[in-house]
């Protein structure tokens, strides 16, 4: 089920891959770029920090055929039809959430640390989102855009390895803290949410001090 649950994450990144490169007027073989890049990205880093061997889509016909079909069809797609304005965002919220708790699980799986669980939680879920934006030219990437990303991502680690300690099944506990990531991400995105910035807290300093 974890691995259904994991295609449909990386179906989702692909598909933002597609969507990022249709707006920065790529060709269709960017499209597929970027979509394997978005999609396999994190978890190749995850991988390669925990030193295990081979990298997990190297073997997996099913999840490189998921990023082919899904790239290729959201290309077609996109010759016939336009898709909301933030429809990359839902699609990506939707790869972020999966794709980070599948992250939690495979870190506990190793035996890490429960702080290393979190931090490889987060990586995963983010990393193919930095590189495709990087490849897209887009400068700062949305991670150092917006707030709520890597923190629903750390949100939803948290949950995972909370859950996974009080004796939860690995399905439920993926569901569960799928759904916060994604809760908090599309919340942060639909209501304008975001963490005081700088140039905000130093404002309403000088305004109490002109109080």
């Given at each position: 089920m974890?691995?259904?649950?994991?295609?449909?994450?990386?179906?989702?990144?692909?598909?933002?891959g597609v969507?990022?490169?249709?707006?920065?007027?790529?060709?269709?073989?960017?499209?597929?770029?970027?979509?394997?890049?978005?999609?396999?990205s994190?978890?190749?880093l995850?991988?390669?920090?925990?030193d295990?061997?081979?990298?997990?889509?190297?073997?997996?016909w099913v999840?490189?055929?998921?990023?082919?079909?899904?790239?290729v069809?959201?290309?077609?797609?996109?010759r016939?039809?336009?898709?909301?304005?933030?429809s990359?965002?839902?699609v990506?919220?939707?790869g972020?959430?999966?794709?980070?708790?599948?992250?939690?699980?495979?870190?506990i799986?190793?035996?890490?640390?429960?702080?290393?669980?979190?931090?490889?939680?987060?990586?995963?879920?983010?990393a193919?989102?930095?590189i495709?934006?990087?490849?897209?030219g887009?400068?700062p990437?949305l991670?150092?855009?917006?707030?709520?990303?890597a923190?629903?991502?750390l949100?939803?680690?948290?949950?995972?390895l909370?859950?996974?300690?009080?004796?939860?099944?690995?399905?439920?506990?993926a569901?569960v803290s799928?759904?916060?990531?994604?809760?908090l991400?599309?919340?942060?995105?639909?209501?304008?949410?975001?963490?005081?910035r700088?140039?905000?807290l130093?404002?309403?300093?000088?305004q109490?001090?002109?109080?």
């Amino acid at each position: 089920m974890l691995h259904v649950l994991y295609l449909a994450g990386v179906a989702a990144f692909a598909a933002s891959g597609v969507l990022a490169a249709y707006r920065a007027n790529m060709d269709p073989f960017g499209g597929l770029v970027l979509a394997f890049a978005a999609s396999i990205s994190g978890g190749t880093l995850r991988d390669l920090v925990l030193d295990r061997q081979p990298l997990y889509w190297t073997h997996d016909w099913v999840l490189l055929t998921v990023i082919i079909c899904v790239g290729v069809g959201t290309m077609i797609y996109l010759r016939f039809w336009s898709l909301p304005r933030k429809s990359l965002l839902v699609v990506d919220a939707v790869g972020l959430s999966v794709v980070t708790v599948i992250g939690a699980r495979a870190a506990i799986d190793a035996g890490a640390t429960p702080l290393a669980v979190i931090i490889l939680a987060v990586l995963t879920g983010v990393a193919g989102e930095v590189i495709r934006d990087v490849l897209c030219g887009e400068f700062p990437p949305l991670l150092l855009r917006e707030d709520v990303y890597a923190i629903a991502a750390l949100a939803g680690g948290c949950c995972y390895l909370l859950l996974h300690h009080l004796g939860v099944g690995a399905t439920p506990a993926a569901a569960v803290s799928a759904g916060v990531v994604f809760a908090l991400r599309m919340g942060a995105v639909y209501l304008g949410l975001h963490l005081p910035r700088p140039q905000q807290l130093r404002s309403r300093g000088g305004q109490q001090d002109s109080d």
